[in-house]
């Protein structure tokens, strides 16, 4: 008996020991490596930055153990169900290029071994980083891209959840027709101004769509090229047609020229309407009150913590690391890590199918989610969330405040736009 | 109608003198030297922070930076010839374009890594509001800008007919070997012209940077213009540079206004590649 259990003693160790070793490997050492593309060096630089971020934030609180806030594994360590595992964001810089979106997620996946990818920003860049990973077939979770066509390619790998601009146009124009109701003016045409890369030109395409379908006439239809040095010529052009409103796609170059040529040349629609550029964290800094009564469309606002106490929570931690308000941007890519974890912790595995279906299958209610938004549920088509949707921001007293849904407006919308001699 | 053609007309000849003098500088150093200084937007871009950057931290006025940016920029010149430029001009060719292109990548990267790829404007220069005449309304920043230039690039015209250095210059670009015969330091003048071009573009960066927002890869499009400028002119002629800045900024404002904005810059391109098909020199060259 004794000999025996000599014997057996050591393997019994030995297998004991490799097991723990094992166990704790898998929960130590596992590590999930998510690729994040992003502008970080060129001209949205700022931008790229911004956004990534919202993503390290979110990785953060996926990571670490948050009991107070109410976000997809907030309160475990990693993810359960893969022995606590943890997400590694592994970024890479377009520098705004859609060719190197695609270069670099090739090398994401191909060489830094992603299991699913995240990110860029610009939809021009989304849209070929995205063709590279469903060849690769690895899953993609847009959450800061708007260009609608994005989601009507009919990706099997490609997922969005932020809202596009085909909805965003929408609110714009319900917002002019509510306007209308609520204040009484009258408001008869519109000016379209848009930049000429995939982002623009689709929120032109569909204002120009949608506008006669809610009764406003189009007088005028221009698009033009992101990094102009002067933009006199566009605004000359506005001013000719003289719209009631002006509805304005840009990135945030052409937002700051275009703000300083406006009041130089004395443009005065009666309502600026903006998407994007307006409401980058570099806007503001840099045109100051010229920004003034500017009114954004945008999926999140600070003021949003008076209905939400977690906007708050989660900017008061963003603001701790970052030194700064949590802006729209950083806001939005902050919610593809949290799909991406939820999606891999319930599919138990990384492997892409798997991961896909478990997207598919994706249902994170309202309440965990910064956004004024039902939830994340995926379209089992098109892959976009259904229940993304837009507010609208105006720029008062250099602030973001909500105006638009009237029922949940932080504040008073201003209108008509105050012309800039009055302005100081 | 009549009102707005005339606005856009001053906002063309005004922006037209900015690129002048932008491109009057890559001009003299390509006819100096025959090479093709690529850190030349990035230049701009240092002007433009150093104008920056003595508002915000002394409260210089970007019109009193004017000559810390000119000598600044005339020192960063001669230091990138002296050290960078000048080991690679007896090289190949292709090293005279990879050094440049080099300290512009480098430039760039550092400029994002010291002060963040964020967005600066100087807020209230000296030089501020918008003079109305009649209907037509003129950025008082952007006209004293564009009369700068002008001046400045009068400044350079009358140092190189008027001066010995100036006519020495000239001599080199006119003929490196026989002015090394006459007796003229050639590699003086090298370093000379490159600290002067360099020179010029920061001056232009002060100038721009009373209306324009500053970041660090500013320069981009001024760049690629003012290679078009250059080119367009007659490689090397400073008049040519002069003339073909103003046009293009003349052409690019109204084509953008009469026919579509997306195309304006479509429009300058092609009257480049019209003009050098037809005169390969350059307008002046």
């Known amino acids: 008996m ?29 590590v999930i490596k998510i690729g994040a593309v992003y502008p970080l060096t060129g001209a949205i630089a700022s931008t790229g930055l911004d956004c990534l971020h919202g993503a390290e934030l979110a990785v953060d609180i996926i990571n670490g153990k948050y009991p107070d806030l109410n976000l997809p594994l907030a309160k475990t360590e990693g993810l359960p169900n893969l022995g606590g595992a943890k997400l590694k964001l592994v970024v890479a810089d377009t520098k705004g290029e859609p060719r ?21 920003y610009q939809s021009a860049v989304t849209k070929t980083a995205s063709q590279a990973t469903e060849r690769l077939k690895i899953p993609y979770v847009c959450s800061d891209s708007s260009s609608p066509t994005l989601t009507e390619r009919g990706l099997k790998y490609f997922f969005r959840v932020s809202p596009h601009d085909a909805i965003f ?6 917002f002019l027709k509510d306007l209308e109701k609520a204040k009484g003016v009258k408001i008869g045409t519109i000016a379209v101004l848009y930049e000429n890369t995939e982002f623009g030109s689709n929120v032109g395409k569909q204002v120009l769509m949608l506008a006669p379908e809610y009764g406003f006439k189009v007088v005028a239809d221009i698009s033009y090229s992101a990094n102009a040095t002067d933009v006199t010529s566009e605004v000359g052009r506005l001013i000719r047609a003289n719209p009631d409103v002006l509805m304005h796609a840009s990135y945030i170059t052409d937002a700051i020229l275009f703000t300083k040529t406006f009041k130089e040349m004395g443009f005065n629609p009666k309502g600026l309407m903006t998407f994007a550029g307006y409401i980058e964290p570099g806007y503001l800094p840099a045109v100051k009150a010229d920004g003034n009564d500017i009114i954004v469309r945008s999926t999140f606002a600070l003021d949003l913590a008076k209905r939400k106490p977690l906007v708050a929570k989660v900017n008061a931690l963003f603001k701790k690391k970052y030194g700064i308000d949590m802006s729209e941007n950083a806001a939005r890519s902050f919610a593809a890590p949290f799909v991406f974890a939820d999606a891999i912790n319930r599919a138990k595995t990384t492997e892409a199918e798997a991961v896909v279906k478990a997207l598919l299958a994706t249902n994170i209610p309202g309440d965990q989610v910064v956004y004024p938004w039902k939830g994340i549920q995926f379209d089992p088509k098109s892959h976009q969330n259904i229940h993304a949707r837009g507010i ?4 008062q007293n250099q602030n973001y405040v909500t105006v638009w849904p009237f029922d949940s407006a932080a504040a008073n919308v201003i209108w008509p736009f105050p012309a800039w001699k009055s302005r100081k | 109608m009549s009102e707005q053609l005339l606005a856009q007309l001053m906002n063309g000849l005004l922006i037209g003198c900015m690129y002048s003098l932008i491109a009057i500088g890559l001009t003299m150093i390509w006819g100096v030297m025959n090479i093709i200084n690529f850190a030349h937007a990035d230049f701009l871009m240092i002007g433009m922070f150093t104008s ?18 000119a000598v600044l920029l005339f020192v960063l010149g001669w230091l990138i010839y002296k050290y960078l430029v000048s080991k690679v001009m007896t090289g190949p060719g292709l090293a005279q374009v990879v050094v ?18 964020d967005f600066r404007m100087i807020e209230k220069p000296l030089l501020y509001g918008t003079w109305n005449f009649g209907t037509v309304q003129l950025s008082i920043p952007k006209a004293i800008a564009s009369l700068g ?4 690039s009068v400044a350079l015209f009358l140092f190189l007919r008027k001066t010995k250095t100036g006519k020495a210059i000239l001599a080199v670009e006119m003929n490196r070997s026989s002015a090394l015969l006459m007796g003229i330091n050639t590699e003086r003048v090298n370093a000379l012209s490159f600290a002067i071009g360099s020179s010029l573009v920061g001056i232009a960066g002060a100038f721009l940077s009373m209306y324009y927002y500053i970041y660090p890869q500013v320069g981009g499009t001024f760049g690629l213009i003012s290679f078009c400028i250059v080119a367009l002119g007659g490689f090397g002629s400073i008049e040519g540079a002069f003339l073909a800045g103003i046009l293009i900024g003349v052409v690019q404002t109204l084509g953008g206004y009469f026919f579509d904005p997306a195309y304006k810059y479509a429009i300058v391109f092609a009257m480049y590649l019209v003009t050098v098909w037809i005169r390969p020199q350059g307008l002046m060259g």
């Open chain 2, 52 to 69: 920056f950057w003595l508002y915000t931290l002394y409260g210089v006025d970007p019109l009193f930076s004017i000559p810390v940016c």
């Open chain 1, 2 to 30: 004794d000999r025996k259990r000599s014997r057996i003693l050591p393997y019994a160790l030995t297998l004991l020991l490799s097991l723990s070793l094992a166990s704790a490997g898998v929960a130590a050492d596992q």
């Open chain 2, 149 to 152: 230039s002008v001046a400045v």
């Open chain 1, 392 to 395: 609208l921001v105006q720029i």
């Open chain 1, 169 to 174: 146009a929408r609110d714009q124009l319900q």
């Open chain 2, 100 to 117: 440049t292109f080099g300290v512009s990548i480098f430039i760039a990267n550092a400029a994002v890594f010291l002060w963040s790829p």
């Open chain 1, 100 to 120: 190197n979106g695609q270069a670099e997620a090739e090398r994401l996946v191909t060489q830094e071994k992603v299991v699913g990818m995240i990110g860029a």
